[in-house]
Structures are given as structure tokens and as C-alpha cells.
């Protein structure tokens, strides 16, 4: 078939564009067209704002409604992720063995979850009213890891370990919500892999090959075509045909059967599939939020396979206790954010993983897969207490869902008490905890709980902490709270924070205006202290002991600023030249500062002044009017520049009349 051949290019061209997306996101700005998830229809069925990700969701599911799972085989990101890490594990000698995974009961979880968010947000704010259409309202990584490390890691847990266990497209075969759907198409699609000619001399090269575990020979030869919902038409069974009997085709032909597709035992009992689901949703429960759902799901699975394999074994392989070490050291550091360094603890990361799964192996884990685990029936202490733990986890989840929904709902309304009440008990357990406690921040100073909202703010900095944020939660609470709420904000950032220099800044000038100078004078003292060579910390020292009228001690920190920093302390020097009556001092300093920086209302100004006390009142005019050019509106220098002309009108009269 000669659509198997640029299969590979196809992939590769999908997965560049998938990250290109990303790129394009994050490190040139680009936000036209936001993330591209089926979760998107959900999203956009409880706010009825349309995106990119909404449109691209409804014309797949067209597509699949005659193609079937073709979109999984071809165009699926992390089916091409598995198909990566099943090539690379080939060429590292590893050759996973493939299991039949029949199990779908974590995936029917996963869409439970979907339609009961839809369902609750109905239930508190009703159906949509109206429909808009915004491509870009999801951010790219809302789908995507922000650390390529987390990226990495979910690698290794969603794609190679479970390859190694279950076999290619394990994920999809028991994980994959999506993949569900696309067998649900499957049955209805007239799509199919189908027989063109007689097979006369078959080696079952179809099967072996087949990375979803489809026994493709059989069915050919009882059907005349694939009809195993599993199928993804990738075309490898295509290609590996030496007789070129396959072809995929919309129609049917003299090869085509009635019948059921060939069943194959699975490899794991329903009693497994039971603690795993349950595993699953104490994994999502617990990380979910932190790590994303595709990695949870996975670690769900694998965990509660791992389980029930010590707890029937009573032993543990160097193989689990490699897999468990990477994972929780990989969680630990999930969010590095630098990305070099994030990608190589990645590339570590999955380094170590094939030289553990090549050296060590895992013979008596295959041995307990392809013996046991068929007709295992789990010990009913180990289903009780993973069952009775997920439904505990679950229900907790569900009620706070439920509430959060409530909160919301009251918000929208206006009733912030309502709101501030709800989520002061479940801000944290939120999908976005900063984004909760900081909206909960805002909530409160509404209804005038400064200090809660002051606690609110920090809770949100110390899950998610920015500079600027934090700069914006001192504003609000100074304009919207009071005074000792900002104080203490201010105080709490500068301890917390001390590598941030504006937050030392802040604390000092909050206690300035306060009128506690001796506290200013600590906080500005130990700044200089731990850092000497800065020279902002002597600027805020001098203008502290200005306003205490210590002229002397001033001066000496704008000399030690502008020995630093000449450009940053001239203006500062001209104003102690000024004060000292130090005229054409303080003017060669004013010059400096305007030569030296961008144009400056209050250096102008303070410059127009010095020009007036020393008779100069067409240089003083000069320069306001170049304040002027800054601000047109600027009443001060306006008024300046009517003075000074009146003077001079003045002095220009009375000129002309002593010459009369």
C-alpha cells in the first residue's frame, strides 16, 4: 500500500508540529490558536466559549465516524510518543511481549469524570445562554507539561514502562479515554483493513507486527477483514504483508464476512483490573492537579499491577524498585523549570530506565504475567483496602468538586461572602490552588477581611510565586484593605523573598510612611550589609535620613551610590548639592542625570529650581518645557513656566522704564 511508506515521515511531521505549537506558545508569544484536546469540547459544553481545541475535537469525531481510529494510528501525539519508545526500546535490545489488555475500566472512569464536570457545572450555573467563539481561551499548556522534565517522566511511566510490560500501544490499549471513543467509531466506520486476494502462505507476519495486538491473520481469514475495534489502520500489518493481500478501503468486496471478531484471553484478571482502576483514582486524587491525568492513569495501572504482584510474590525485583526510584525522584523535581537542565534530568531519566530494563530484566514479573495473572484472583484484603480508599479519596474529591462549583456560582453572583466562606475550606484542593487562593484574596478584601486576604495572598505565592503578582496583591491590599495588612505583606515578602530586592524596597517604605524610621533604618542597614556593592541601598538610606534632616549622613550615601553607580546617584547628588546651596554644583549634577537617563519629570523640574535661585529664568523655562514635552498636561510645570515668563515680563519693564 502506498500510503504505508510515508507512515513514519507523517509521525514525525505531526510530532514537530505538536511541539512547534508549544514552541511557538511559549517562547515567541504566538497565542492565536490555544491547546488542541478533545477535553476541549467538554469545556467548551459548560461555558459555550468555542476554541480551537473544540472545533479541532468535532472534526475528528466526523472523521472518525468513517475512518474509525484512523486519527490514533496517524495523527495522535502520544500514540506517536509510544511508537518512539517502542523503537528506541528495539534498538536497545528490548523486545516487550505482547498482552492482550481487554480492561477498559479505567478509561470508562476517565470519561465519568469528563461528563460529571459537565453535569455539576450545569447543575450550579446552568446550561450556556450563548456560544462565542475564542481559538486561543485554553492556553497550550493546559494539555501539555510545562516541565519537559514532568514531559519525561510521563514518558517513561505512559510510554516506556508500559511497552515493556504489556507491549506496544499499551496506554491505549487500557488507559486511553480517547481511544474508547475511537473504538466506539470503529464499529460504525466503513473504513477497514481488508483482504484483496487470496493468502496462500502466511507466516502470521500481520500479527506479530500489529502494535495494538489485533490478531489480524485470524480475522482476515474468518471475515475477510479486521472488524477488532482496536484496529488504528496504521498500515504496519499492510506492510508487512509479503503478498500484499491488505488493503484498507471504504467499501466492501467478495472477501467480506458477517461475524464477530477473534477474542483473545487477557492477560490480566478482572480482580487486577478492579485494584488498578482503584489505584487510578487514587493516583488522579492525589497528583492529578500537580502531574496531569495521563501520567496518573498510568502510574493508577502500573502501580496496582506492581502491587499485586509484591503482595502475591512476597518479593520485590531490582526492576520495581528502579521504576519506583525514578518516579518519585522525578515527581520530587517535576517542576524545574529550566529547561536545559529540566531536559537533561529527563534524558537521565530514561537512560536509566533502559539500562535497568536491559541489565536487570524482569523474568520473574513476565513469568507472573503470562502464568498467573490470567486467572488470579486477587486477595480480597488488598481489593478491599484499594476500594475502600478510592471511594473514600473519590467521594472527598467529588463533594469539594461539587463545592467549588458553588463558590463559583455565588461569585458570578455578586454574593463574595458565599464565595469567601465555600473556598477558604477548599481553595487548595482546587485544579489551580494559586489561582483559588488568590481569587479568594480579592474576595475577601470585598467584603473587608484584609488580614484573611493577606493570608490568602501568601498561601497563593508559595504555591506559585511571581515578582509581579505579588507586586499587584501589595497594591490591592493597600488600596482595598488597610494599612497593617499592606505592612505586614510587605514585612512578609521582604523575609520570604530577600534575594528580591524591590521587596526589601517595599517593607522599608511602607515602615517610612508608617513613621517607624527606626525599623526602616534596620531593614535598609541590612540591605547594605548583604549587599555593599549595590548602590540602591545607600540611595534608600540617604533619602530615610534626608527626611530626618541629617544632611551629613545623607550625603555620605549618595557619595558612596554615585561611586558605584554614577548614572543611577547623579540626580540624587544634585538634590544634596541644591539643599547645601551648592548651586553650580548641583546644575553640572543635573545635567548628568538627564545626559545619563531616559527623560525625567522630576529631574527637570527639580532642575528648573535650581536655575531659578540663581537668577537663571530662561534656563529654569527651558527645562520645564521640556517636562512639558513629557507630560502636556503637567499643571506644575505649567504653572512654573507662567511664573517665570511674568518675572522676566517684569523685569523687562522695569528695565524700559529706568531707561525712560
Request: aromatic content about 12%; glycine content about 8%.
Amino acid at each position: 500500500m502506498i500510503w504505508a511508506r510515508y507512515r513514519r515521515p507523517l509521525l514525525f511531521l505531526v510530532y514537530f508540529l505538536f511541539f512547534f505549537h508549544t514552541a511557538l506558545w511559549h517562547y515567541w508569544g504566538y497565542e492565536g490558536v490555544g491547546h488542541l484536546g478533545f477535553g476541549e469540547f467538554f469545556g467548551s459544553m459548560r461555558t459555550g466559549i468555542i476554541t480551537a481545541g473544540t472545533v479541532f475535537s468535532i472534526v475528528v469525531f466526523l472523521h472518525a465516524l468513517f475512518f474509525g481510529g484512523l486519527f490514533c494510528g496517524w495523527f495522535c501525539h502520544w500514540g506517536i510518543t509510544q511508537d518512539i519508545a517502542a523503537w528506541i526500546m528495539k534498538k536497545a535490545g528490548i523486545r516487550p511481549q505482547m498482552q492482550h489488555l481487554d480492561s477498559k475500566l479505567i478509561p470508562w472512569f476517565w470519561f465519568i469524570i469528563l461528563i460529571a464536570q459537565v453535569a455539576v457545572f450545569w447543575l450550579y450555573n446552568g446550561l450556556p445562554t450563548s456560544f462565542s467563539f475564542n481559538p486561543s481561551a485554553t492556553p497550550v499548556w493546559t494539555g501539555v507539561p510545562r516541565s519537559i522534565l514532568l514531559i519525561c517522566l510521563t514518558t517513561i511511566v505512559s510510554g516506556f514502562a508500559l511497552i515493556f510490560l504489556f507491549g506496544e500501544r499499551a496506554f491505549c490499549r487500557c488507559i486511553c479515554t480517547f481511544r474508547l471513543w475511537f473504538s466506539w467509531f470503529e464499529r460504525i466506520a466503513p473504513h477497514k483493513v481488508r483482504q484483496i486476494k487470496e493468502c496462500t502462505s502466511c507466516q502470521l507476519e500481520c500479527t506479530n507486527v500489529c502494535p495494538m495486538g489485533v490478531d489480524v491473520a485470524a480475522e482476515i481469514r474468518d471475515l475477510g477483514h479486521v472488524k477488532n475495534t482496536e484496529c488504528v489502520k496504521c498500515h504496519i500489518c499492510i506492510g508487512a504483508c509479503p503478498n500484499q493481500v491488505l488493503e484498507t478501503s471504504l467499501r466492501k468486496n467478495n472477501f467480506h464476512k458477517d461475524g464477530e471478531p477473534q477474542s483473545r484471553p487477557a492477560a490480566l484478571s478482572r480482580s487486577i483490573s478492579l485494584v488498578q482502576a482503584a489505584m487510578a483514582v487514587i493516583v488522579v486524587v492525589l497528583f492529578g492537579f500537580e502531574v496531569g491525568g495521563n501520567i496518573s492513569l498510568s502510574l493508577g495501572f502500573l502501580s496496582g499491577f506492581l502491587l499485586i504482584h509484591i503482595w502475591h510474590t512476597r518479593s520485590v525485583t531490582a526492576f520495581e524498585i528502579i521504576l519506583a526510584v525514578l518516579t518519585v525522584v522525578g515527581l520530587y523535581f517535576k517542576d524545574d523549570m529550566n529547561d536545559p537542565v529540566s531536559l537533561g534530568k529527563g534524558l537521565v531519566a530514561i537512560t536509566v530506565f533502559l539500562v535497568a530494563a536491559r541489565q536487570l530484566g524482569f523474568a520473574k514479573g513476565f513469568e507472573f504475567i503470562n502464568k498467573h495473572t490470567p486467572a488470579l484472583q486477587v486477595s480480597k484484603p488488598l481489593v478491599v483496602i484499594t476500594l475502600l480508599t478510592a471511594v473514600v479519596l473519590g467521594g472527598r474529591e467529588a463533594h469539594t468538586s461539587m463545592l467549588i462549583h458553588q463558590a463559583n456560582a455565588a461569585r458570578r453572583g455578586n454574593d463574595n461572602l458565599t464565595y469567601a466562606s465555600i473556598m477558604e475550606a477548599c481553595a487548595g484542593s482546587h485544579s489551580d490552588p494559586a489561582g483559588a487562593w488568590y481569587d479568594l484574596g480579592k474576595a475577601q478584601l470585598k467584603i473587608n477581611q484584609p488580614q484573611k486576604a493577606c493570608e490568602s495572598f501568601k498561601k497563593s505565592l508559595k504555591i506559585v510565586f511571581s515578582p509581579m503578582v505579588a507586586g499587584t496583591m501589595f497594591e490591592l491590599l493597600e488600596e482595598f484593605g488597610n494599612r497593617d495588612a499592606a505592612e505586614g505583606f510587605a514585612a512578609w515578602l521582604a523575609r520570604e523573598y530577600p534575594q528580591i530586592d524591590e521587596f526589601t524596597f517595599l517593607a522599608g517604605n511602607t515602615l517610612m510612611e508608617k513613621g517607624d524610621i527606626a525599623g526602616a533604618e534596620k531593614i535598609f542597614n541590612d540591605f547594605i550589609t548583604r549587599k555593599p556593592s549595590h548602590h540602591d541601598g545607600y540611595l534608600a538610606m540617604g533619602e530615610l535620613q534626608l527626611k530626618q534632616n541629617r544632611i551629613d549622613e545623607a550625603e555620605e550615601m549618595f557619595n558612596r551610590a554615585y561611586t558605584i553607580s554614577p548614572a543611577s546617584s547623579a540626580f540624587f547628588m544634585a538634590d544634596i548639592s541644591h539643599r547645601r546651596g551648592q548651586f553650580d554644583r548641583a546644575e553640572k549634577f543635573y545635567e548628568e542625570a538627564i545626559r545619563s537617563n531616559p527623560p525625567n519629570i522630576v529631574v527637570l523640574m527639580d532642575q528648573g529650581g535650581n536655575f531659578v535661585v540663581q537668577g537663571k529664568l530662561r534656563e529654569a523655562i527651558n527645562a520645564w518645557k521640556a517636562a512639558l514635552a513629557i507630560d502636556p498636561d503637567f499643571e506644575p510645570a505649567k504653572r512654573s513656566i507662567a511664573e517665570a515668563e511674568a518675572d522676566l515680563a517684569a523685569k523687562k519693564a522695569a528695565i524700559l522704564g529706568g531707561q525712560k
